[in-house]
């Protein structure tokens, strides 16, 4: 069996998570058995190998990849090669990105902030014309650098996206703007929110699909 991390609580539920590292969590409630718990894993256990061993290999390409002249970097379903420049900051000029001589953690820096410029560009504007084809209204719309999460919604109308959603094809970028503008109406994940996203876009399964593929670009993970 593989091996993994127990944590207990006072959850009602089993749950087993990777972690981007490839580390097995189980998570379970505080007086459910061990023998229940190890024939739980045991049935779950070609899923777990299978998502613990890609997630230890997105994390070995994130550890060798380095952002050397003519890397490719992707950016809204194409990519783009990388240009080094005697300037601190990055840059991008449509057709390339630039990014500063130095150590890899000045260059990630610098390219985080690139990214999170050409977010700030796109995503609040490409929500106002999406909102105003679905007619909902959002209070206000930014961009952060979650890891976790592509995108939030707050019971206020206020939506948050993470600059790494810049390294996503365009039509998933639209399924995750309609999804958090479907929060609105629906703030929670109810048969009635997906029948929401499902008539604003008929495709979404397929569009949530070229998601996770953006999440293996060792980019995802700076």
Known sequence: MTEYRLIRSRRKSLA???????????RAPNRLPLPVIEDFLRQKQD???SRAGRAREREQAVQAFHLTENALL?????????????????????????L???????????????YKQLG?????????????????????????????RWGSCSGKGNIR??????????????YVIVH???????????????????RALPDYRQRQTLLRKAQEHPVFSF
């Open 47 to 49: 899923w777990i190998t």
């Open 120 to 148: 700030e560009e796109y995503l609040p504007a490409r929500t106002r014309e999406l909102a105003a084809v679905l007619g909902i209204s959002p209070n206000t719309v930014t961009v952060g650098g979650a890891k976790t």
């Open 180 to 198: 958090e503008l479907c929060h609105i109406r629906e703030l929670n994940h109810s048969p009635r929110f997906w029948a929401l996203v499902e």
């Open 74 to 98: 992707p950016l809204r379903g194409k990519t783009y090669p990388v240009t080094l420049w005697d300037r601190p900051s990055a840059g991008f000029d449509g057709e390339r990105f630039f």
């Open 16 to 26: 087993v998570q990777i972690t981007p590292q490839g580390e097995v969590i189980v």
């Open 161 to 174: 996206f993470s600059w790494r959603l810049m390294t996503a094809p365009d039509p998933a970028v639209d």
């Open 100 to 114: 500063p001589y130095g150590d890899d953690a000045a260059q990630k820096a610098a390219l985080t902030g690139c």
